[in-house]
């Protein structure tokens, strides 16, 4: 089915380790975005494409990173966990500068002991 | 700058109720409006949207009316089943960015 996938679905990190959150969409869409969900909270914007190449800084960075290789993925990385990284990770897709939604992926879990 | 506020949940309601959840923007702009619903585990799904002043957004017996002048998008349906518990987003499209309210818990009781 056409869509954003993610994976994993579940993670459980070490204080310190590192780990890459991968990302797909198979829509040829250009803007690609990666959100954190807090419990009880609302989304917050960590990074963001407009196409291959392209990357840039949303509201919460910090601690993270991100490539843009293909239109097709946008792996988010952590280096060195911490635990107030803990929290759902959402990656979403949208086409071009249309007034358009995203498509969210189903999302990642991921928990910094 | 560009934000969206919602009115703080839970909301609780029996089967059959009227829905209202409040949302209020501020933009720079011609912004889009939209609503998303997230069931439990799962990530955002669209549910309407609206591009422009005046503009009705609806889906499955919910409806969203961009209303320019008091800069609000509120949420609203008829009535509520017990499968329309989720938790409700309204967002705001303008440039590359959108900006997610806080989210609204609906639970709905039989």
């Known amino acids: 089915n056409a869509g954003v996938t993610q994976t994993p679905k579940f993670r459980i990190l070490k204080i310190g380790q590192s780990m890459t959150l991968q990302c797909a969409q198979d829509?040829?869409?250009?803007?690609m975005y990666w959100y954190r969900q807090d419990p009880g909270m609302g989304l917050k914007l960590i990074y963001y494409?407009?196409?291959?190449?392209?990357?840039d800084k949303g509201e919460v960075p910090n601690g993270y990173n991100v490539s843009r290789s293909t239109t097709e993925d946008f792996p988010l990385r952590l280096e060195l966990a911490a635990p107030s990284q803990t929290s759902v990770y959402f990656c979403?897709?949208?086409?071009?500068?249309?007034?358009?939604?995203?498509?969210f992926g189903s999302g990642t879990r991921l928990t910094v002991v | 700058g560009n934000s969206v506020t919602q009115m703080e949940g839970p909301v609780t309601l029996s089967e059959e109720a009227f829905l209202t959840i409040n949302c209020t923007y501020t933009?720079?702009?011609?912004?889009?409006l939209f609503w998303y619903v997230q069931y439990p585990g799962e990530g955002l799904q669209l549910l309407l949207k609206a591009t422009k002043a005046d503009d009705k957004g609806s889906n499955k017996g919910f409806e969203a009316t961009y209303r320019k002048e008091t800069t609000s998008f509120h949420l609203e349906k008829g009535s509520v089943q017990v499968s329309d518990s989720a938790v409700y987003f309204c967002a705001l499209g303008n440039f590359n960015k959108f900006y997610f309210g806080s989210g609204t818990k609906l639970n709905v009781k039989p």
């Open positions: 933009a720079t702009g011609y912004p889009s």
């Open positions: 494409s407009v196409g291959a190449g392209i990357t």
């Open positions: 979403a897709s949208r086409a071009g500068t249309s007034p358009e939604g995203y498509t």
């Open positions: 829509m040829n869409h250009n803007y």
